[in-house]
């Protein structure tokens, strides 16, 4: 079982920053991932990071804004959001994947995580 604490949101102005973080229980993952859902539409993929080699796979809405990081040593990865936009509004959930090959085709779908964090609420104001 590994749980995942997720900390961060907020309430920012378009333009403006904020870093959400995410805590893992275990070691053993392979992949962390980061999606968003919306209120009336389905859960999206924003991106992802290889734990021991720190590859990143970006979803295009995103890529140029967001970052993703880990932390070894706290395990702990974060999701840095620069020039937010009104629609990055939504819930972002992290979520665990403790095996599998690095895939894009792969990592981008909700059905390759194994642990999901409970969401933080992100909201941009225009």
């Known amino acids: 079982q590994v749980q995942l604490v997720e900390s961060g949101g907020g309430v920012v102005q378009a333009g403006g920053s904020l870093r959400l973080s995410c805590a893992a229980s275990?070691?053993?993952?392979?992949?962390m991932g980061w999606f968003r859902q919306a209120p009336g539409k389905e859960r999206e993929f924003v991106g992802a990071?290889?734990?021991?080699?720190?590859?990143?796979y970006y979803a295009d809405s995103v890529k140029g804004r967001f970052t993703i990081s880990r932390d070894d040593a706290k395990k702990t990865v974060y999701l840095q959001m620069n020039s937010l936009k009104p629609e990055d509004t939504a819930v972002y959930y992290c979520?665990?994947?403790?095996?599998?090959?690095?895939?894009?085709?792969?990592?981008?779908?909700?059905?390759?995580?194994?642990?999901w964090g409970q969401g933080t609420q992100v909201t941009v104001s225009s």
């Open positions: 990071i290889n734990w021991s080699g720190g590859r990143t």
């Open positions: 979520a665990a994947s403790l095996g599998g090959t690095w895939s894009v085709v792969v990592i981008v779908s909700p059905a390759r995580y194994d642990y």
């Open positions: 275990a070691r053993t993952v392979s992949t």
